[in-house]
């Protein structure tokens, strides 16, 4: 249901990160702005937000950026902006975490401070979230937002299982609140909250 489509575009910061980078700088660079490879392959249900089956190249924006060669960390910090081809994610911070074997595979991405994730009227919201690819999930949480059009699901937490196609959303010291407007006789959902 419209719930399921809310939680996969939650997914869509996994994608953004699903191939280990093709070259890091070593030093911290003020203003940096690092494109980044597209992955080897789609990532099952993730594929269907690309553009013409192509996800594209990755850019990465942000005020300072920081490679550390011991624990394999990459740090983005201040007015972070990712953006593959119709998608965006800004956060306060970003942190890749590569696997410390020889393949450099990425591990893990955590976004801090304000996330925002965009695609066209699609939009996820929250105070941090967490790709973990060895567990294969995602995780918005920190009063978790997520808007399609007029639809609106918020919780503390949305875990997204990757591998098992579902979601689970947590609503923590408060209920669990999803408003879901039904699709018009044109199966079209986009009416605003005042029927307009």
């Known amino acids: 249901m419209r719930l399921h489509r809310f939680a996969v575009f939650v997914t869509l910061v996994a994608c953004l990160f699903s191939a280990p980078p093709t070259g890091a700088q070593a030093a911290p660079t003020k203003g940096a702005d690092a494109p980044r490879g597209g992955d080897s392959g789609p990532e099952g249900l993730l594929s269907t937000f690309s553009v013409a089956g192509q996800r594209g190249p990755i850019t990465i924006r942000a005020k300072e950026m920081e490679f550390d060669y011991r624990t394999r960390v990459l740090t983005y ?5 990712v953006t593959q081809a119709d998608v965006t994610l800004s956060s306060d911070r970003l942190r890749v975490t590569l696997d410390a074997g020889p393949s450099k595979r990425l591990k893990e991405v955590v976004a801090e401070g304000d996330v925002q994730i965009t695609q066209g009227d699609r939009h ?6 967490v790709f973990d690819q060895e567990k294969r999930t995602v995780v918005l949480s920190d009063d978790a937002v997520l808007r399609d059009g007029p639809n609106e699901v918020t919780g503390e937490r949305v875990v997204v299982y990757l591998d098992e196609e579902r979601s689970v959303v947590e609503g923590g010291d408060e209920r669990v609140r999803a408003v879901l407007f039904p699709p018009d006789k044109e199966g079209d959902s986009k009416k605003s909250p005042g029927g307009e």
Do not use: K, L, P
Not at 77 to 81: S, T
Not at 124 to 129: E, H, P
């Open 77 to 81: 910090r201040g007015a972070v902006r």
């Open 124 to 129: 996820a919201s929250g105070g941090r979230a």
